[in-house]
């Protein structure tokens, strides 16, 4: 199942930041989320665990490829096969 990362998303203030960040980053590990850091009611800043940061990063290095998105116009463009179709070739 797809999940939007707004869901994961979670507040604290600086305060709370500064005092215990890894405790923090070891929660956001946990429950698969991150943290906007508050000043004023203002974001500052963002806490993002190391794996969804790599995942991140995976994703942007791999969108920034010109090949790579030609692939995905070229297979978006390609004509669409039903699950039936698909059915009936295997048997």
């Known amino acids: 199942m797809i999940q939007q990362i707004i869901n994961d998303e979670k507040f604290t203030n ?3 930041a500064q005092a ?3 405790r923090l980053l070891i929660n956001a590990e946990k ?3 991150f943290y906007t850091v508050m000043r004023n009611d203002k974001p500052v800043g963002t806490l993002i665990p190391r794996k969804m940061w790599e995942s991140l ?6 969108l920034s490829s010109p090949n790579y998105r030609k692939f995905i116009v070229e297979s978006r ?3 669409r096969v039903t699950a039936d179709q698909i ?3 295997t048997k």
Not at 57 to 62: P, T
Request: no cysteine; hydrophobic share 40%; aromatic share 0%.
């Open 77 to 79: 463009a390609d004509k």
């Open 57 to 62: 990063m995976e994703d942007l290095e791999a």
């Open 31 to 33: 429950t698969a989320s």
């Open 14 to 16: 600086i305060q709370k």
């Open 20 to 22: 215990g960040l890894t």
């Open 87 to 89: 059915r009936k070739l």
